[in-house]
């Protein structure tokens, strides 16, 4: 193509309409308009295309005209001074520009390229205008979504890494960096590899792999090591890459579970172990017992189960509160941690009761290791300068000789326990069929003694108390008794405290006054001689202050002497002195009796005795079942005597079963004794079948 100067506008005008019409074909959707760069720099149309004709006013007939006859002067002034540079330096100029039609804003873009004859000099301009508005939209658009992307990525809270089909870093986010401890630029090429534990790496090759093949995955627990070195527990999600259907690389996405993980492994440990001791709790012993027998039947070996109970706990408890009560078990804790090994284990049952499981133990060797345990507890505990004396009771049950399973070696254990409380406690006793079924556990005991009292099942038994001079019975101590249709005798010393724990014991105790009250009024009836029945005062009955006015109402309704009635109260109900006075003062005035039951065994201080109005000390029966055998024994009781002696009390001694023990009492003057050697706990129809008693 050769355009020149001389070119007429008509002779150009064939030659494209011959040449270029075939090229720039009309339906072309992009504008084009051809200028002829005339000499003195103005600028006629020579072409404008029909789609020119279509968008623009520029028509046919404008053909030969010049830029500014055309089109309006503010446009014709613009496009001139483009036209005019691309003349002045021969090179193609791309611009765009905006304008509205019909209200929409429509984009276009121009690419002005200059036509130039032989010497160089420009001489036709070539416009090819565009609407390039849906593009301009795409792009936005692009940049938006990439935008959107980038955003998730970047203010991810989870860290991401953006791999290559290497597993080579190419990219991270700032939780990643934050996570791995490593910058940004460190991250970069290092190997995804590097930054997880060796023992992970299987795993996530599996998962490298499977991302190139296109398939997502997860990883529930993976170890990060950070740069300074610290684990941490992560989870990842393994994302692949996919661009135009071919796998190109993954995103991994790291989530630390660090604190969860921690919070999941406290949890498991909390379920396990018991709060107060940090032993373990009766949950894993459930737990633990099925696997050591799993282990042991390989070796056809034996197990046992020493049930302990802290004789009185609860009197420390009455005390030091409940604060110094755990504290008191934290330190037996100590002591008793210190008998466990591989095959002695130990765990806290729950209250003041902790369980040994003993592996491969013969029957011996349990026995040992019951007297090891009872030797713990010889020292005293000391405790805000104060020495406490705590001794437990040990019930055994054997696997397999009693069992097979956690829930009844304890219960059998727990039945050997309840004979050890009632045969006087502080000492171990393994489990015998003769022994009797008990509750399976407190849950049950207590809806069945929430019903005791309706359904008929309590009842007193009355223990004569001699006097040693004269052998004359003119007392006796009520001792409650519960016969359970389902599950038989129940010793008090086994539903007492439970009854102490749950409230139950207010209703329990008043109904125990009203009955005794009511035999009494019955023996007067009946013309029998007076005789004074003391009643246990559990030490909550103790602190209720309208004790004295329920007393007093039923002396009265039963028309029964006060002399009648002895009160036993224990050492540690009688802590608070202030209040103990008050109440004791009250008693006193109504007129009954007060002595202190198990004298001895107790935490006051011998000073309380000189200032509470007491009448009558009971020695306890551990000390009582050892005089004449074990010299320190006997010298407490003495000491007991005589204190009460000068202290002008009575004194009575408990639990006496053998004429050397009464012998003992006569010569030191204890002037009354309770004990099977005389009688048992006996119904009062049996009391007035002895003619001893009542006549
Ligand atoms: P405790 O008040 O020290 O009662 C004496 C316990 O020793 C009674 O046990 C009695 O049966 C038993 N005993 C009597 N003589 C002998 C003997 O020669 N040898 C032996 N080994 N034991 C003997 P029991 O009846 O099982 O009562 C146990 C504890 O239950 C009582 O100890 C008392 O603390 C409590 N208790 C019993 N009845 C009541 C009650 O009505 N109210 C309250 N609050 N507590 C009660
Ligand atoms: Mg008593
Ligand atoms: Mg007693």
């Known amino acids: 193509m050769k355009w020149t100067d001389s070119t007429t506008i008509s002779q150009d005008q064939k030659f494209l309409d011959t040449v270029l019409k075939e090229l720039i074909l009309d339906h072309i959707h992009d504008m084009i308009f051809i200028m002829k760069v005339e000499e003195g720099k103005g600028f006629r149309y020579v072409y404008v295309n029909e789609s020119a004709k279509k968008y623009t006013m520029i028509q046919q007939k404008d053909m030969g005209r010049y830029l500014e006859e055309v089109i309006p002067v503010e446009m014709a002034v613009d496009l001139k001074k483009k036209y005019l540079e691309l003349v002045e330096t021969g090179e193609r100029i791309i611009y765009q520009d905006a304008f509205y039609v019909k209200g929409y804003k429509v984009i276009n873009e121009s690419i002005l390229t200059p036509i130039k004859n032989e010497v160089g000099l420009v001489d036709y301009v070539i416009s090819i205008t565009r609407d390039i508005t849906p593009s301009i939209e795409e792009k936005k658009k692009l940049v938006k979504a990439k935008e959107r992307y980038k955003s998730i990525i970047e203010h991810n809270l989870d860290a991401i890494f953006i791999l290559n089909s290497q597993g080579i870093i190419r990219e991270s986010n700032a939780a990643g960096c934050s996570l791995s401890g490593y910058s940004i630029d460190a991250l970069a090429n290092m190997n995804i590899f590097d930054l997880f534990y060796p023992q992970n790496k299987k795993l996530l090759e599996g998962a490298l792999s499977q991302s190139l ?40 996405i790291v989530k630390d579970i660090t604190s969860h993980y921690e919070q999941s492994e406290m949890i498991h440990y909390m379920a396990l172990h018991d709060q107060l001791t940090g032993l373990w709790n009766r949950k894993a012993l459930d737990d633990h017992v099925p696997l050591i027998i799993h282990n042991m039947e390989e070796r056809g070996v034996e197990l046992s189960l020493l049930y302990l109970d ?17 504290r008191f078990l934290k330190k037996i804790t100590e002591r008793l941690i210190t008998l466990t090994n591989e ?19 013969s029957f011996e060797d349990t026995k040992t290791k019951a007297k090891e345990i009872l030797a713990l507890f010889v020292a005293p505990f000391i405790m805000e300068t104060q020495e406490f004396y705590i001794s437990p009771s040990i019930g055994i049950s054997r696997y397999p000789a009693d069992g097979y399973d956690s829930n009844s070696l304890i219960q059998k254990a727990a039945q050997a326990l309840f004979e050890v409380k009632e045969k006087g406690r502080a000492h171990y006793r ?60 129940v010793s008090p ?31 007067r009836v009946k013309g029998y001689r007076s005789v004074r029945v003391a009643i246990n005062i559990s030490p909550k009955q103790f602190q209720q202050e309208h004790l004295v006015d329920t007393i007093d109402f039923y002396l009265s309704t039963y028309k029964i ?54 009448d009558i000390l009971k020695i306890d029966q551990s000390f009582v079942k050892e005089i004449g055998m074990n010299q ?34 006569k010569e030191a003057k204890c002037q009354k004794a309770q004990g099977y050697y005389f009688s048992k706990p006996i119904g009062p129809k049996e009391i007035e079948q002895q003619q001893f008693v009542l006549m």
Not at 344 to 358: K, N, P, S, T, V
Request: glycine share 8%.
């Open 493 to 523: 010393a086994q539903f007492i405290p439970l009854a102490e724990e749950t409230g139950l014991i207010h209703q329990i105790g008043e109904w125990v006054l009203e009955q005794v009250c009511i035999q009494l009024q019955k023996w």
């Open 632 to 665: 320190k024994d006997s010298a407490i009781t003495t000491t007991i005597i005589h204190l009460a002696h000068s202290l002008g009390l009575e004194v009575i001694a408990e639990g006496v079963e053998r004429e050397g023990q009464v012998d003992f009492l």
């Open 213 to 252: 093949l296109g398939n997502p995955s997860s990883i529930e627990h993976c170890l990060l090591m950070n740069e300074k070195g610290e684990e941490k527990v992560t989870q990842l999600k393994i994302v692949p890459i996919v661009v135009k259907e071919k796998c190109d690389g993954c995103y991994i």
């Open 561 to 614: 002497s006060s002399s009648c009635i002895e009160i036993e109260i224990t050492e540690g109900a009688m802590q608070d002195t202030q209040q103990t006075l008050k109440m004791l003062k009250k008693l006193k005035e109504l007129g009954v009796f007060i002595s202190v039951d198990d004298f001895g065994t107790g935490y006051s201080s011998l000073h309380y005795l000189k200032r509470f109005p007491i």
């Open 310 to 326: 802290l004789d009185r706990f609860k009197f420390v408890n009455d005390t030091l509160g409940l604060k110094g009560g755990d």
């Open 343 to 361: 095959d002695c284990l130990l765990y806290r049952q729950g209250g003041d009761e902790f369980i040994f499981l003993l592996k491969n133990c």
């Open 430 to 489: 393994f489990y015998q069929t003769h022994m009797k079924s008990s509750f399976p556990n407190y849950i049950i005991m207590e809806s069945h003694l929430r019903k005791a009292i309706e359904k008929g099942e309590l009842y007193i038994h009355y223990q004569p108390q001699v006097n040693l001079s004269t052998g004359n019975i003119d007392s006796f101590e009520a001792l409650i008794r519960w016969n359970n249709r389902k599950f038989g005798f």
